[in-house]
């Protein structure tokens, strides 16, 4: 099983702050890599895929980074609607797909 | 694009079958599209991916949790089914249903998720 790290686990952060989120793989991904958004209450929201692209709707502050073992979820600007808590899932081992334990972003 | 919802009861007793439905509308589930899936959720803790099928194809479910979990497709109701069995208490969980295309092979769309918790 490929094991997924998030860092850190709890971002605290003020509105128009830039944000860096990190995933760190146990081995290799590749490039086969997503980042999700969780807000209360809801289900999981695709931000990012095949670790740098945009999935449809999501804002230009959102980009990600990173290949291998080494991810990076950025957000340029921080929003109010964007506190929320993030996932990265790979997909490298289809037959074991896995989360990272997630990176709460909380209001400074 | 295909929307999913969850359905099924809340509360099920220590060791039973946990039994959810998953409606598929906007799109077909047979349609050889999509990989559908079931994931899982701790009360505020983290995901775990629970397995997934695909139509005429494959089924392939978490290594932990396999013998115990089915993952089917009902193409008359358009839904896709999960039944996981001797359920304890570390199964509460808000269960959801997932589908990946064929084209992305993300999870895209999301159901909203069913609490299921285990108790008797």
């Known amino acids: 099983e490929i094991v997924l790290t998030q860092s850190p686990a709890t971002l605290s952060l003020s509105p128009g702050e830039r944000a860096t989120l990190s995933c760190r793989a146990s081995?290799?991904?590749?490039?086969?890599l997503a980042w999700y958004q969780q807000k209360p209450g809801q289900a999981p929201r695709l931000l990012i895929y095949?670790?740098?692209n945009r999935a449809t709707g999501i804002p230009a502050r959102f980009s990600g980074s990173g290949s291998g073992t080494d991810f990076t979820l950025t957000i340029s600007s921080l929003e109010p609607e964007d506190f929320a808590v993030y996932y990265c899932?790979?997909?490298?081992?289809?037959?074991?797909?896995?989360f990272g334990g997630g990176t709460k972003v909380e209001i400074k | 694009q295909v929307q999913l919802q969850e359905s099924g009861p809340g509360l099920v007793k220590p060791s039973q079958t946990l039994s959810l439905t998953c409606i598929v509308s906007?799109?077909?589930?047979?349609?050889?599209?999509?990989?559908w899936s079931w994931i899982r959720q701790d009360p505020g803790k983290g995901l775990e991916w629970i397995g997934y099928?695909?139509?005429?194809?494959?089924?392939h479910y978490n290594p932990s949790l396999k013998g115990r979990v089915t993952i089917s497709i009902d193409t008359s109701k358009n839904q896709l089914s999960l039944k996981l069995s001797s359920v304890t208490a570390a199964d509460t969980a808000v269960y959801y249903c997932?589908?990946?295309?064929?084209?992305?092979?993300?999870?895209?769309?999301w159901g909203q998720g069913a609490l299921v918790i285990v108790s008797s």
């Open positions: 997932a589908a990946q295309s064929n084209v992305l092979n993300w999870f895209d769309p």
């Open positions: 906007g799109g077909s589930i047979s349609s050889g599209g999509y990989y």
């Open positions: 099928t695909y139509y005429r194809g494959g089924t």
């Open positions: 081995q290799s991904v590749y490039i086969h």
């Open positions: 095949d670790a740098s």
């Open positions: 899932q790979q997909r490298t081992n289809w037959l074991a797909l896995t």
